[in-house]
């Protein structure tokens, strides 16, 4: 069975950091682009940052951009994010999410995680 | 702010139709491949639709989408209490690099 298990959210003040993690399980982890998707508080969905099979294509989002650092470890079976300078504004659940295929741009996402709730305020 | 515009919500009884809208542009649903998303209470998102009208194995064929120009469509027929959640539509725009986007959003209430 496809898994994808997110954990490392939590209450943080705004300018701090956060790690992300997302355990992959039931596929060739190494063989799919991935990506983080999150939805704040009475809010719909948000693409927030993707990554190639490799690791050498990232994508973000514009709102973190130079804040935010995706990243992937494929012998851990593990994708990453890290998050710094974090606002009220980031307070959402953070889904981990597969692509179904290697490359960016991503043309549809095919399995979900559970999620990951991040909450930012002093 | 998405630029896929969806209304937030459509309702129809148990058994009848509902057609959810998604209007994007030339940048997005003109000229890439979309996708729908179920996300019911408590759960996680799910993928009903990709490639504008292909449905992943498992999806029932209550559900079909289409699209046409900078539009697209879902279509649920034979509603069930159980399909009560929120859909969002998806597309990659080619106006913000490699940005995946969703829309906006739609409740789908059973009277």
């Known amino acids: 069975e496809v898994q994808l298990v997110e954990s490392g959210g939590g209450l943080v003040e705004p300018g701090r950091s956060l790690r992300l993690s997302c355990a992959a399980s039931?596929?060739?982890?190494?063989?799919?682009?991935m990506h983080w998707v999150r939805q704040g508080p009475r809010r719909g969905l948000e693409w927030v940052s993707g990554?190639?099979?490799?690791?050498?294509?990232?994508e973000y989002v514009d709102s973190v951009k130079g804040r935010f650092t995706i990243s992937r470890d494929n012998a851990k079976n593990s994708l990453y994010l890290e998050m710094t300078s974090l606002r009220a504004e980031d307070t959402a659940l953070y889904y981990c999410?597969?692509?179904?295929?290697?490359?960016?741009?991503?043309?549809?996402?095919?399995?979900w995680g559970k999620g990951t709730t991040v909450t930012v305020s002093s | 702010q998405s630029v896929l515009t969806q209304p937030p919500s459509v309702s129809a009884a148990p058994g009848q139709k509902v057609t959810v809208s998604c209007s994007g542009s030339?940048?997005?649903?003109?000229?890439?491949?979309v996708s729908w998303y179920q996300h019911l209470p408590g759960t996680a998102p799910k993928l009903l639709i990709y490639?504008?009208?292909e449905r992943p194995s498992g999806i029932p064929d209550r559900f079909s989408g289409s699209k046409s120009g900078s539009s697209a469509t879902l279509d649920i027929t034979g509603l069930q209490t159980g399909d009560e959640g929120d859909y969002y539509c998806?597309?990659?725009?080619?106006?913000?690099?490699?940005?995946?986007?969703f829309g906006t959003g739609t409740k789908v209430i059973v009277l």
């Open positions: 999410v597969k692509d179904p295929l290697r490359h960016l741009p991503s043309y549809y996402m095919d399995v």
């Open positions: 039931g596929f060739t982890f190494e063989d799919y682009a």
């Open positions: 990554i190639s099979w490799n690791g050498f294509i990232t």
């Open positions: 030339s940048s997005n649903i003109g000229e890439n491949f």
């Open positions: 490639g504008n009208n």
């Open positions: 998806g597309t990659w725009d080619t106006d913000v690099g490699a940005d995946f986007v």
